[in-house]
């Protein structure tokens, strides 16, 4: 079992910024990829931005300059630091991992994982 926990939402004002956490707990044995995906209100979720087991990072055209997203892989841990925000950016962001993990000693499987969501409002 991987449990996925993000933190770090809040309210914001336009053009301020605010840094997003996400860490991953349970019988992880590595993470490949980390995700950052968004869901506004009557919209579909949108992917952010995800960054690689090699630190490799890619970034959605609408966020592309304003966020950074980062990971920690020793601690499975990452954060999506957004800055210059604007309204639009409000959503609900959820992590989402993909990785192998420990179902015994010798057996390991892969898995998918979400959080369950921080609220982000952009709003003066």
């Known amino acids: 079992q991987v449990h996925v926990v993000e933190s770090g939402g809040g309210l914001v004002r336009p053009g301020g910024s605010l840094t997003l956490s996400c860490a991953a707990s349970?019988?992880?044995?590595?993470?490949?990829?980390m995700n950052w995906y968004r869901q506004a209100p009557g919209k579909q979720r949108e992917w952010v931005a995800q960054?690689?087991?090699?630190?490799?990072?890619d970034y959605a055209d609408s966020v592309k300059g304003r966020f950074t997203i980062s990971r920690d892989s020793a601690k499975n841990t990452g954060n999506l630091q957004m800055s210059s925000l604007e309204p639009e950016d409000t959503a609900v962001y959820y992590c989402?991992?993909?990785?192998?993990?420990?179902?015994?000693?010798?057996?390991?499987?892969?898995?998918?994982?979400w959080g369950q969501g921080t609220q982000v409002t952009v709003s003066s």
């Open positions: 989402y991992v993909d990785g192998v993990k420990v179902l015994g000693a010798s057996t390991r499987a892969t898995f998918t994982s």
């Open positions: 349970g019988s992880i044995l590595s993470i490949n990829a």
């Open positions: 960054i690689t087991s090699g630190g490799n990072t």
